[in-house]
C-alpha cells in the first residue's frame, strides 16, 4: 500500500479481499453543493453504494492526510468544518504537494480524485460532472486539468458529461485531442450535466462489460493508457432542459466577469449563482444525476472484479 495514503478500515479490507471499490470524489461536498445539501449528500451516496454491495471510497484531504474512504472520524472532521465554515479548499491534482506540506483541508477535483484513486489502486470513480473547457477560454485559457487528468491516468470516470456552463465542443475537441474514448450510456449523445442532450455526438455502449472490455484494450494498446469518460445523463424526470437554463448560464457567466471572478474560484461561483437562480433546481437535478451516476459507476467497479 501506497505510504503517503490513509486508507479507511473498510477500504484497507475490500481492498485486501479483492472487492469491487468505486471512488467518489469531494469537491462536490466542499465546493459543489450548498449547506446543509452537501451534508447529507455524502450519507446518501455511501448508502447508495452498499445497497449495491460495492464500497465506496470517498476520496479527501484533512489537515494533509490524503484519505482513501472516510472512517466515521474522517467524517466528523469534515461535518465540524463545514457547519462552522472553517477553511476547506479545492484541490485539483497541483494543489496536493502544497497541501500535504502545509497540512490543508479540502475537497478534491476530478483531477486530484483519479490521481489518488490510482495511487490507491482503485480504476473506477464516479463523480457529477467533470470541469473542461470555459467558454471564455480564448481569453482566459481557462481549461480543467479534469482534461489533462483523463488524458494522463487510466481511470474509469462516470459523469453527466460535462457542465452547460462550460464551451461543450471545445472540451470534447481537447478529449478527443488527447485520444480519451467519451461513451455514452446507452445514448449517442454527450450528455449537457442539468440536460440530456448537448446536441454533441459521441459512441455509445450498452453495459458495464463494455466499458471494462475498452479499459482492458487501452492498458494493452496505448503507450500512455488515457483515462475513459463514461457520460451518463441525467433522468429526464430531474433534468433541466437546456433551452431553460441558458439564460441563467449567461447571466451567472456575466456576473463572474464582473466581479473579476477567475481561476479554481470559477466553477464554484458558476455553480452557486445557478442554484440561486434556478431557485434549488439546480440542486435538485445535481443530486439525482450524482445517484445516478454511482449506480452506473458501481456496475462497472464489479464488473473489473
Ligand atoms: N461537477 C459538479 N460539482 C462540482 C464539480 C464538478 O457537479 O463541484 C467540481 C469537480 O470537482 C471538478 C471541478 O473537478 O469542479 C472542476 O473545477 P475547475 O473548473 O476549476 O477545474
Ligand atoms: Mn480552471
Known sequence: MHSLLNYSSRIKKALDLGKPILAMESTVLTHGLPYPDNLDILETLEELCYSLEVEPATIIVLDGQLHIGMDDQEKEILKNKLQHSQELNKFSMRDIPYAINYKKSGGTTVSATMLLSYKAGIRVFATGGIGGVHKSWNETLDISSDLKALSEIPIIVVSAGCKAILDIPATLEVLESEAVPVLGWKTNEFPAFYSQKSGKKIDKIESAKDVVNIYKTIQKLYPNPTGILVANPVPEKDQIPYK??????????????????????????????????????????????????????????????
Do not use: M, R, W, Y
Not at 441563467?248 to 440561486?276: M, R, V, W
Open 244 to 305: 431553460e437554463i441558458a439564460e441563467h448560464i449567461i447571466a451567472a457567466i456575466d456576473e463572474a466577469k464582473a466581479k473579476g471572478i477567475s481561476g479554481k474560484e470559477l466553477t464554484p461561483f458558476l455553480l452557486a449563482n445557478l442554484a440561486e437562480k434556478t431557485a434549488g433546481k439546480s440542486v435538485q437535478s445535481n443530486l439525482a444525476l450524482l445517484k445516478n451516476n454511482v449506480l452506473i459507476g458501481a456496475q462497472i467497479a464489479k464488473e473489473l472484479k
